[in-house]
T-cell receptor
Framework: GAGVSQTPSNKVTEKGKYVELRCDPI?????LYWYRQSLGQGPEFLIY????????DSGLPNDRFFAVRPEGSVSTLKIQRTERGDSAVYLC?????????????FGPGTRLTVL | QKEVEQNSGPLSVPEGAIASLNCTYS??????FFWYRQYSGKSPELIMS????GDKEDGRFTAQLNKASQYVSLLIRDSQPSDSATYLC???????????FGAGTTVTVRA
């Protein structure tokens, strides 16, 4: 079946602008995660959804970052007033239930460049 | 101290040799351990998961876990050029869901 998809694959924006990154998880997966990966580093956790609710947003760096999953499927990560330090690859992952032994399947990522 | 530490490499091995990758973690409450492979410009792909002490083999890959010493390793036997990638170690805690990743070890297999 289809894997996790993310759009856009690349996003170039100017400092101060607003961006939205979209994630479409594997069908039927209730758990959805956002991670951010900077060059030469491993992915860093941002936020976790179980169904429609954000069960853990402790990884969001500040209040410029926000994410929603209104119908329990597609999720959108929103970044306001972008800064150059926000440049990274934003990865979305989904898993069937969200347990600690669940396999997380990653999407191809969105490469965000803030000029 | 980082939660998960790996040697960044690069680790260069000849084709057919064994590549050995190591990972240490700081939280004794860690319960689940994963190895992901990431090709350049691509997303992480799970290749092994291990939850109990000992060895777990899957094809050319063997994961080893030692909770007392807080390390997990990955062996790649009969390395192939297609194994050239960055290998990410990830852990999570009991009843937790978010993964903590190491920075990854870059492996290059020389033909």
């Amino acid at each position: 079946g289809a894997g996790v998809s993310q759009t856009p694959s690349n996003k170039v924006t100017e400092k101060g602008k607003y961006v939205e990154l979209r994630c479409d998880p594997i069908s039927g997966h209730t758990a959805l995660y956002w991670y951010r990966q900077s060059l030469g580093q491993g992915p860093e956790f941002l936020i976790y959804f179980q169904g429609t609710g954000a069960a853990d947003d402790s990884g969001l760096p500040n209040d410029r970052f926000f994410a929603v999953r209104p119908e329990g499927s597609v999720s959108t990560l929103k970044i306001q007033r972008t800064e150059r330090g926000d440049s990274a690859v934003y990865l979305c992952a989904s898993s069937s239930r969200g347990g600690s032994t669940d396999t997380q399947y990653f999407g191809p990522g969105t490469r965000l460049t803030v000029l | 101290q980082k939660e998960v530490e790996q040697n960044s490499g690069p680790l260069s091995v000849p084709e057919g040799a064994i590549a050995s990758l190591n990972c240490t973690y700081s939280d004794r409450g860690s319960q689940s351990f994963f190895w992901y492979r990431q090709y350049s410009g691509k997303s992480p792909e799970l290749i092994m998961s291990i939850y109990s002490n000992g060895d777990k083999e899957d094809g050319r890959f063997t994961a080893q876990l030692n909770k007392a010493s807080q390390y997990v390793s990955l062996l790649i036997r009969d390395s192939q050029p297609s194994d050239s990638a960055t290998y990410l170690c990830a852990v999570n805690k009991k009843n937790d869901y978010k993964l903590s990743f190491g920075a990854g070890t870059t492996v290059t297999v020389r033909a």
